[in-house]
């Protein structure tokens, strides 16, 4: 429900107001003087101002200048008496949205202010939906598990039932959330994301639930949570796992009872907020481990949603990799490259994608900017993505029918390329590239002073032992 704060000496008029008001469905404060109101509004949030102009003690232009220092996107509308034209002029001109003459007419008052609250939440929603409101979320990809997904989604958009979307970094779970909001009956209203572990608790709650002038060191004005922000619409949480327990208690105590309380304030707010929440780590496994609130995580999984890695999606590779293409050649300007070479293709779908789609959209843009043909062609890609992880069917018919191949060598080299790999995702630490690859240590020590691999052993007691470049010892 939005607030409204009523500055106006006449006893009259200011209950006129706040009863016209009430009844128009919005909360309202009531101050009688230009100082009581501004300690008001210091010390709690308003969505919209309206005082008299002419008043003892602090004006109506005085108060606005205040206001409008302390919390510049909040509206202020003034009352002029009848006549004083320059007045309300100057109002303007110093920031007021608009002004009403006395005595005023009690449905124009209510169309205004329904004005000033509109044009306060447009520009809140411009701020956040600026890309967003052109459109709904398209999602890409049409193979069996993600057709499962966009029917699950299409089930549960018009719920009001949190959903809890698991899946791998870079497997699109924020893409999923925006897919949901904007296929619901929410979707004319905000969606608002944020990411659990980018901050600290103490910033995170602020963020969330809002904060009062002075709650703590740079708190220097009343500010909006995200939970207001979005209220009537959608807000996304993001790595929900890495949320501390305090804020889990409270993050669970909205949840049930759908009230905020801002940081530093005494008053509750009534917030109608969709949640939907991600995460990239196993809560059930943290649940066990109490590092997770079992009581939050049956709250926020009533519906699960896990999106497959894109290794277990690889019929949607072809598609995907079109559409970063087309991205990608308008960005940077290379309208001219119309398609991906097949053998370009083949390397992409035979690469494991260990960062899944976030990653696969890199390699493209990577290999936009890199193409001087009209096709991207394999030399295009990085060398993780193009050197030969595995041969394919034909690859290895051509061998047989040529005479025969070379099957130790071939697994030689396989051995090589795994563990060149597995020693780049450990910064070259030997011993923890052999657990990566499920070898001995004594192995994999062997292999890689054959093959001149190089890196830094380290002993299983936990020894760092510093290896030359063609991977001897000294003993």
Not at 29 to 53: P, R
Not at 123 to 143: D, H, P, Q, W, Y
Not at 231 to 254: A, N, W
């Amino acid at each position: 429900m939005q607030r409204i704060l009523v500055i106006d000496d006449e006893k009259s008029m200011r209950e006129l107001l706040v009863h016209v008001l009430k009844r128009a469905g919005y909360r309202v404060n009531a101050a009688e003087n230009g100082e009581i109101g501004c300690k008001l509004f210091e010390s709690d949030v308003f969505d919209l101002v309206i005082s008299d102009i002419s008043m003892p003690g602090l004006s109506g232009l005085e108060v606005l200048k205040r206001m409008r220092e302390s919390s510049p996107d909040t509206p202020v509308m003034l009352i002029t008496a009848y006549g004083s034209k320059e007045t309300a002029i100057e109002a303007v001109k110093l920031g007021a949205f608009d002004y009403f003459e006395k005595p005023f007419n009690v449905d124009e008052v209510k169309t205004r202010v329904g004005n000033a609250l509109a044009h306060k939440r447009l520009a809140s929603e411009n701020t956040f939906l600026r890309r967003e409101l052109k459109g709904k979320f398209n999602l890409v990809g049409s193979g069996e598990k993600m057709r499962a997904i966009y029917e699950l989604i299409h089930k549960v958009a018009d719920t009001n039932s949190t959903i809890m979307i698991s899946g791998e970094s870079g497997t699109g779970k924020e893409q999923i959330a925006r897919a949901v909001h904007y296929n619901s009956v929410r979707r004319d209203r905000q969606f608002v994301s944020i990411n659990c572990g980018a901050l600290p608790a103490e910033l995170l709650e602020s963020e969330l639930f809002g904060h009062m002038r002075g709650a703590f060191t740079s708190a220097v004005s009343n500010k909006q949570g995200l939970f207001e922000v979005a209220d009537g619409g959608t807000i996304f949480l993001d790595e929900i796992g890495e949320m501390s327990q305090p804020m889990q208690v409270k993050l669970l105590r909205v949840l049930q009872e759908r009230r905020i309380r801002r940081v530093g304030g005494t008053e509750e707010v009534e917030v109608d907020v969709r949640v939907l929440t991600a995460t990239n780590q196993d809560l059930e496994t943290l649940v066990r481990e109490k590092r997770f609130r079992e009581d939050l995580y049956y709250r926020i999984a009533v519906i699960p949603l896990r999106l497959p890695a894109l290794r277990e999606r690889r019929e949607d590779i072809p598609e995907l990799a079109a559409h970063f293409l087309d991205r990608y050649r308008d960005i940077i300007g290379k309208k001219k490259i119309a398609r991906i070479a097949p053998e370009a293709m083949e390397a992409l779908l035979g690469y494991g994608w260990p960062g899944n789609i976030r990653e696969l959209e890199n390699v493209i843009e990577r290999a936009v900017a890199l193409e001087m043909g009209e096709e991207i062609g394999v030399e295009s890609l990085p060398f993780d993505v193009r050197s030969p992880q595995r041969r394919s069917a034909a690859d290895i018919a051509v061998s047989l029918d040529g005479g025969g191949m070379d099957l130790e060598g071939y697994l030689e080299e396989q051995r090589v390329t795994f563990m060149r790999e597995a020693m780049r995702r450990t910064g070259g630490v030997q011993s923890h590239a052999a657990r990566l690859l499920g070898m001995t240590f004594r192995s994999f020590r062997y292999f890689a002073k054959k093959h001149d691999l190089g890196g830094r052993a380290e002993a299983p007691e936990g020894e760092p032992v510093e290896l030359s470049q063609r991977g001897e010892r000294d003993r």
